[in-house]
Each structure stands twice: as structure tokens, then as C-alpha cells.
């Protein structure tokens, strides 16, 4: 049984950085695919990045590009996601997420998901 925790998330001004963090528990994730997803109230849950576990193949949606870096350490069995340049409308919640299979930016693809992390960007 493998758990994802997140971590990293608050309260920041539009423009501010932050850095959140989703540490896997339980197993190795060996050949998984980690990603981070976030959603806003009425809305769907939106994909941002994914990160393959040889660190080689990476995607990112268009409306993060250049703004947002995934990234993994595989040594502490953890993936982040760098967020710059924050905007009023990016606050949601935050989720990681691996899935046993390469990539997708299906959230129906993924099989584990952590519980989330709130981050409120004010205008």
C-alpha cells in the first residue's frame, strides 16, 4: 500500500513563488509516473505536470509552462512542483498523484492521489 502526502501549500500575493512537495509512503515508486493536479471550486480537476521516474520525459500544461518545474528526488521517494509567478486565479486545491504506466493527463488514469494541499493566491 503506497500513500502520497503533500505538502508546501498556503497563503501568497499574486506574483509569489511556492514550493510544494508530495513524499510517497509505504513503497518505491519503481516505473511510475508522478504528476500534480490541482482544482478549483466548480471546476474540473485540472492537470499541471508529469514526471516519468527516470527523470527524462516531463510534461506541463500550456497554461503553467515557463511558470511551473516538476521535479524528483528519487532518493527520498518525493516529486515537487515549483510554482513562480502565481496568479489570483491558480488558487485551488493542490494534488500529486503516480500512476503505475506512462504518461497520461487523464486524472482517471492515476491510482494513487494524495489528500491535497490548499493554495490561496490574493489579488
Known amino acids: 500500500q503506497v500513500t502520497l502526502v503533500e505538502s508546501g501549500g498556503g497563503l501568497v500575493q499574486a506574483g509569489d513563488s511556492l514550493r510544494l512537495s508530495c513524499v510517497a509512503q509505504?513503497?518505491?515508486?519503481?516505473?511510475?509516473?508522478m504528476a500534480w493536479f490541482r482544482q478549483a471550486p466548480g471546476k474540473e480537476r485540472e492537470f499541471l505536470a508529469a514526471?516519468?521516474?527516470?527523470?527524462?520525459?516531463?510534461y506541463y500544461a500550456d497554461s503553467v509552462k515557463g511558470r511551473f518545474t516538476i521535479s524528483k528526488d528519487n532518493t527520498l521517494n518525493t516529486h515537487y512542483l515549483q510554482m513562480n509567478n502565481l496568479k489570483f486565479e491558480e488558487t485551488a486545491v493542490y494534488y500529486c498523484?503516480?500512476?503505475?504506466?506512462?504518461?497520461?493527463?487523464?486524472?482517471?488514469?492515476?491510482?494513487?492521489w494524495g489528500p491535497g494541499t490548499q493554495v490561496t493566491v490574493s489579488s
Open positions: 509505504g513503497r518505491t515508486l519503481d516505473q511510475y509516473t
Open positions: 498523484a503516480a500512476r503505475g504506466g506512462p504518461y497520461t493527463d487523464l486524472p482517471s488514469e492515476f491510482d494513487v
Open positions: 514526471i516519468n521516474w527516470t527523470r527524462d520525459l516531463i
